[in-house]
């Protein structure tokens, strides 16, 4: 192979988020296979001992499929509370098995658990940015997954590679590693016949009358191609491009070679948590808009102040993401809300000045601050 096919998004690239999804790390009786975590870790201690190494962060599934079979379960649960349990043992094992794999080579890892709806607040977001930055810094390797023992149903992120585009996001990486059972995109289901690998994407047009199916074969993954597709929109229409491939050609993948699929950046950086926002928070209610605050918070990146607000639905606190209603009950926006569902229909409608001298200055606070909202739909 000559050195001008070598793809450029990844030679080039500082940061590399890596994410392997749990069918490439367990063996089909639902344990962890030792043999492949550590022909993966093999793939990214090659990349970082490059005279030019860029940094990788890992996001790996795998936490519920490794504590299946020492729990005695039989296959993926369905109900919640066992798949956490199963996480619960299983995540330990995972990192232990990274940990010893990794200290091959003198790598130290670090755990670092999100869940999606922390990473859309401020402080910990900054944290979460700030010690995956520090780990890097430290020539640590930094191994993400979901929290899954405190996600609940309505907030799961259930799958990683939306995790994944998000963490790419979050640490500024310039390349997302997809690792999975199969070695791309396929222009159909890739256990029918007749059926081939795309090379690359150029953008969503690309993807037209494309069968992007849902269940992967092992049966301990989740997401299918169709989080991984969305993951590679979000990730590329942030500015970063992406490889999607086999986790057994990832050696190859990290080196530049054309394995896989890629997915070229259709967009440039957006702004920090609003992604994590518009693309990972559960909505906890709703907020309804007169004309002149849709206006004002879609076209003019206004605040939301209580006088635009006509109605509240659902039970929130301050602090809570909401959805953002026009008057035909379209969402416009997602925002971190600034009040509680029980305080706010009494200041509907109301200017902050009049709420101000009627309650004291805390209300003249904006119900919505522009820097804590997203639009969704202009
Ligand atoms: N168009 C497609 N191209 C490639 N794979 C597809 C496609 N449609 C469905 N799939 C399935 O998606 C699976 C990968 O998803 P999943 O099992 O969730 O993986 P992981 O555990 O790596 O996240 C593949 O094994 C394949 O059977
Ligand atoms: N946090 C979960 C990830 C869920 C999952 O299976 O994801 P994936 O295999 O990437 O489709 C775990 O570690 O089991």
Known sequence: MSEDSLREEVLTARRIVVKVGSSSLTTAAGGLDADRVDALVDA????????????????????????????????????????????????????????ASFARYGIRVGQVLLTAEDASRRAH???????????????????????????????????????????????????????????????GDPAKPGTSRIAEVRGPHDLDGI??????????????????VEAARIATGAGIPVVLTAASHATDALAGRPTGTLFLRTGSRTSDRMLWLAHASSPRGALHLDAGAVEAVVSAGASLLPAGVTKVDGEFAAGDPVDLLAENGHIVARGLVNFDARELPRLL???????????????EREVVHRDDLVVLRG
């Open 44 to 99: 990214i201690a090659k990349v970082r001992s490059r005279p030019d190494a860029p940094e990788v962060v890992l996001v790996s599934s795998g936490a519920i499929a490794a504590g299946l079979a020492p729990l005695g379960l039989d296959g993926r649960p369905k109900d919640l509370a066992r798949q956490q349990a199963a996480a619960s043992v299983g995540q330990g094992l995972l990192v232990a098995r990274y940990t």
């Open 125 to 187: 977001y900054r944290n979460a940015y700030r010690t995956l930055d520090q780990l890097l810094a430290m020539g640590a390797m930094p191994i993400v997954n979901e929290n899954d023992t405190v996600a609940t149903a309505e907030i799961k992120f259930g799958d990683n590679d939306r995790l994944a585009a998000l963490v790419a996001h979050l640490v500024r990486a310039d390349l997302l590693v997809l690792l999975s059972d199969v070695d791309g995109l396929y222009d």
């Open 211 to 228: 069968e992007i199916g849902s269940a992967g074969k092992a049966g301990v993954g989740t997401g299918g191609m169709v989080t991984k």
């Open 349 to 363: 409608g109301r200017s902050t000045r009049d709420l101000a001298q009627e309650f004291g200055a805390a209300y």
